[in-house]
């Protein structure tokens, strides 16, 4: 056994094996082995977040007996295998091999099995009896069956099966690699709104994912006590924000820009910034400042991700002490850079909203750590309302345009938004009668034709278990004068996103976010997360009138939930009500 590439500290690592049938020569042993290392090189492709590289385990020896699933699950263990992938090339005895190594593990191992369609041996029969063996004793076992040459002693898998296997391989990683990680959560749950509640024991039960609470009095003690920063680096990233990111793009005058509906965004040259006051200019520190705090303080916890609630007791209730909002840390911290250069995004929520938070977490988990935009769900516009508004602008639209068929929804939020997710942003005041403490919040105006999968978690006390309601989405490009008067229409000063779900008009989608927040993220392919749904037992929605099934776009659905009663019947009865 080897690896094919060693896991990082805090990574998590994939085990694959062959099982196959102890009356086959040699020359087709020597091909099962080959097939099991081509198919590791796979799952190189697979990135995990923080810089996290996956481990990749390798079993030399086939597992033809009893004693042989003994010998490779022990050296699994020793390796940290906690995600296994079954490899057959040739018939084996389900019982004899595959099942009798796995039950060395727990019954939530994520395991899958992954075979071509070949007719010598034969492979696919093999694949059938575990996979059916398996699902008839309640364990999920998703498979791939693809396309390789069927003779000759190194095939490999075509390009398409290939794809399949990553994300199969990714959802298998990402499921393995939350268990045990931790976010930092502070201070109330999204201005109490009970759609974030810090679900403690439903994350750990199902997501293996851990969170540090913790009070916002000890991060304002600590800028109070001008300490837990590094006072050189605050003079640096002071710098890097007013000189470089937001040089000249700094508007301390929010209020007067709204009132005269002013078009910072499409026309920034007309409108220059003022000079801030020295009193804006220590807020704006003092903003900067808890960027580095919590920075750091989840560093300290090794935390993949955190939230925050500006609001109420921060930064806007006046029976307390108001202090700068956390806007820029949060765009900061879903950012792939700040004042140091390149780095990993870190998923943050604004408003404490846990919930929005293990979205983003999932999301980065898998895709490698892409950014992801965090969002109100702020105004649906339906074709109608963006005719009727091109109409009073006189504007000619295109008919064909996406917004046009399906519609639009401004996401909007004030804080969050990753400074990935446009070519232009600025740094505007906030209003001070919602945050009399104060601050600076981004804004800016997403490029059209930024393909995402969108999607929200949300968690039923009737039944025990998470949901996502997701979709694949692009953003739009609408006519710049219609843009700034949307803009206008909600929160101008905040970053706005128009989204369209491919699938789904904007006259459903308006009914179908469960919570205020939706959240965003690029390359993550629909059925990647259906398989970490299944390893993690979420359910899915099904939005009215979508498509069930799209081949190439959705997973196979497992043999485990096809023989009892399909996938909402399964995973409502392993969640346990």
Not at 285 to 294: G, H, N, R, T
Not at 295 to 322: E, H
Not at 422 to 435: N, P, Q, R, T, W
Request: proline share 5%; net charge negative; aromatic share 10%.
């Amino acid at each position: 056994m080897a690896y094919l590439q060693k896991p990082s500290v805090g990574s998590t690592t994939i085990g694959l094996f062959a099982p196959c049938d102890p009356r086959i020569d040699d020359e087709s042993r020597e091909r099962c082995r080959n097939i099991v290392e081509m198919t590791a090189k796979i799952l190189k492709k697979i990135k995990l977040p923080q810089g996290h590289k996956l481990g990749i385990y390798t079993a030399n020896s086939l597992v033809e007996t009893e004693a042989d699933a003994d010998k490779v699950a022990q050296e699994f263990k020793k390796a940290g295998v906690e995600a296994i992938c079954i490899v057959p090339d040739t018939w084996f005895y389900p019982g004899k091999t595959a099942i009798a190594l796995t039950s060395h593990f727990s019954r939530d191992t994520p395991i899958a099995c992954i075979a071509g369609n070949n007719a010598p041996k034969p492979g696919v029969v093999g694949v059938d009896a575990v996979v059916g063996a398996y699902s008839q004793t309640g364990i999920l076992c998703q498979t791939v069956i693809g396309n390789m040459p069927e003779t000759g002693q190194d095939p490999d898998f075509d390009k398409k099966t290939q794809g399949e296997i990553v994300d199969l391989c990714w959802a298998m990683a990402a499921a393995a690699w939350l268990r045990g990680k931790r976010v930092l959560c502070v201070d109330t749950d999204s201005m109490q709104m009970e759609t974030a509640l810090n679900h403690v024991h439903a994350a750990r039960k199902h997501l293996g994912i851990e969170s540090t609470r913790e009070s916002m009095k000890l991060f304002a003690d600590m800028i109070h006590a001008d300490k837990g920063y590094d006072k050189a680096e605050l003079k640096e990233l002071y710098h890097w924000v007013t000189k470089v990111q937001w040089k000249g793009k700094i508007y301390p005058n929010a209020e007067s820009i709204c009132e005269k509906r002013q078009e910072i965004f499409t026309n920034p040259s007309k409108y220059p910034a003022p000079k801030l006051t020295k009193a804006q200019e220590e807020k704006l520190k003092e903003e900067l400042k808890l960027y580095l705090i919590l920075r750091d303080y989840m560093q300290s916890l090794n935390a993949v991700g955190g939230g925050w609630t500006s609001q109420l007791a921060w930064g806007s209730d006046l029976s307390g002490t108001p202090m700068a909002c956390a806007d820029i840390a949060e765009a900061l911290f879903n950012s792939t850079f700040d004042h140091k250069g390149k780095k990993p995004a870190l998923p943050f929520a604004t408003e404490n909203d846990y919930q929005g938070l293990l979205t983003q977490v999932i999301m980065s988990a898998l895709t490698g750590g892409e950014p992801c935009l965090f969002a109100d769900y702020r105004k649906v516009y339906e074709p109608w309302e963006i005719q009727k508004k091109a109409d009073e602008l006189g504007i000619d639209l295109d008919p064909e345009a996406l917004y046009m068929k399906l519609g639009t929804i401004d996401m909007d939020n004030s804080g969050s938004g990753s400074l990935d997710w446009c070519k232009e942003s600025y740094l505007f005041e906030v209003f001070k009668h919602y945050f009399p403490g104060g601050g600076f919040s981004t804004g800016y105006i997403s490029p059209g034709g930024i393909e995402c999968f969108a999607a929200r978690l949300a968690y039923s006390d009737i039944q025990g278990t998470f949901s996502m309601i997701s979709g694949e989405a692009v953003s739009v490009d609408l006519p710049g004068p219609i843009a700034e008067a949307f803009c206008h229409a909600s929160s101008y000063t905040w970053p706005h996103t128009w989204i369209t779900f491919k699938d789904v008009p904007a006259s459903i989608t308006k009914y179908g976010c469960p919570a205020n927040h939706m959240h965003m993220v690029q390359n993550l392919p629909t059925r990647r997360w259906q398989y970490f749904s299944d390893y993690t037992n979420v359910l899915n929605h099904q939005w009215e009138g979508a498509p069930t099934f799209r081949e190439g776009r959705d997973r196979m659905e497992p043999m485990l939930y096809r023989i009892a009663g399909g996938e909402t019947n399964v995973k409502l009865k392993l969640g346990g009500r």
